[in-house]
């Protein structure tokens, strides 16, 4: 059985955007009670977050769009996206920890890592916070990772919607790899297949467009018969991953038809697809019962694999 990392903190429950906002804190809340009650918990190993540091940040963010989100306070970013008086704290820790993972991959032996972080990042551009999003957790990331050591990072994107940030970010960058299945059309409108990388970094980008109502099959034929060759050919020292779980059939914020059992498969083929370290931070994921059991599921397959 692997050891494998588990990285939480209360601060992020002190991110507290409007009480009809879709990411509460209950979603972590009940992460860690599922976890509990099948006895995964005690075989976890728990880690604190760092905290992302402006300069931190600033490996993939302006100082203009940090600066913002530092001074903001409680308020709206956009129509989806809010803070509060805690928000730029919980967000700091968010990145930090996904920064800690690759710490404790490089410095500690650590094989596989599960950042249960909230707000989420993928949305998240080098200038704007979006979508729920506020600093690119999986970004901040891939950039320490390589600050780090790891010269080559390939990052898959699971989430049902597409992570424009994370593309955009690395799209000119040949040493970052991002691959993303995802809902389109739909928002934030982004991830078409035909979107590539640019300049250098041409041929770095892989987007899976996926239509409403599709299923485990188009996943799994995704995860199971693309995926690996894509990661053999990049030869990745590290691999992050942004898990969305909206992509499961009883989440409302996607039409996209994924089972517990499609779970497995997509998590298994990503863990299987490479021997090198891996960070799983949460992105999406709003169905309480859905959510847990996925990233249940999730973690008794970083345990195994």
Not at 178 to 185: A, D, G, L
Not at 268 to 284: H, K, Q, Y
Request: glycine share 8%.
């Amino acid at each position: 059985m692997n050891r494998v990392g588990y990285i939480y903190d209360e601060v992020f429950l002190l991110h507290a955007p409007p009480s009809w906002h879709p990411d509460t804190p209950d979603r972590l809340l009940s992460i860690n009670s599922s976890l509990k009650a099948v006895d995964l918990w005690g075989k976890l190993v728990h880690l604190k977050p760092r905290k992302a540091t402006p300069e931190d940040l600033a490996l993939v963010h302006t100082p203009e769009a940090i600066e913002r989100i530092r001074s903001l306070g409680a308020g709206e970013v956009d129509p989806d996206t809010f803070t509060s008086v805690e928000s730029f704290a919980a967000a700091s820790f968010a990145a930090g920890a996904v920064m800690e993972a690759v710490e404790q991959c490089r410095n500690n032996g650590m094989r596989r890592v599960f950042c249960a972080v909230r707000p989420p990042g993928h949305h998240a551009e080098a200038g704007r916070s979006m979508g729920f999003c506020l600093f690119n957790n999986i970004a901040v990331g891939a950039r320490h990772a390589q600050r780090s050591g790891y010269n080559k990072v390939f990052i898959i994107d699971f989430d049902a919607h597409h992570g424009n940030g994370t593309q955009h970010i690395f799209e000119e960058d040949d040493t970052v790899f991002y691959f993303s299945t995802h809902q389109y059309p739909y928002y934030p409108d982004t991830g078409k297949d035909m979107d590539r990388g640019r300049g250098k970094g041409e041929g770095y980008t892989y987007n899976v467009p996926i239509l409403a109502g599709s299923g485990n099959k188009d996943y799994l034929s995704v995860y199971q018969d693309i995926l690996p060759g894509v990661v053999e050919r990049f030869g990745p020292d590290i691999i992050l991953v942004s898990a969305g779980y909206d992509i499961h059939a009883q989440d409302p914020h996607a039409n996209i038809r994924v089972t517990h059992e499609g779970i497995h498969g997509i998590v298994r083929s990503i863990l299987t697809s490479a021997e090198v370290p891996m960070v799983f931070a949460l992105e999406g994921g709003y169905d309480l019962p859905s959510l847990r059991e996925s990233v249940k599921i999730t973690i008794e397959e970083m345990l195994k694999h």
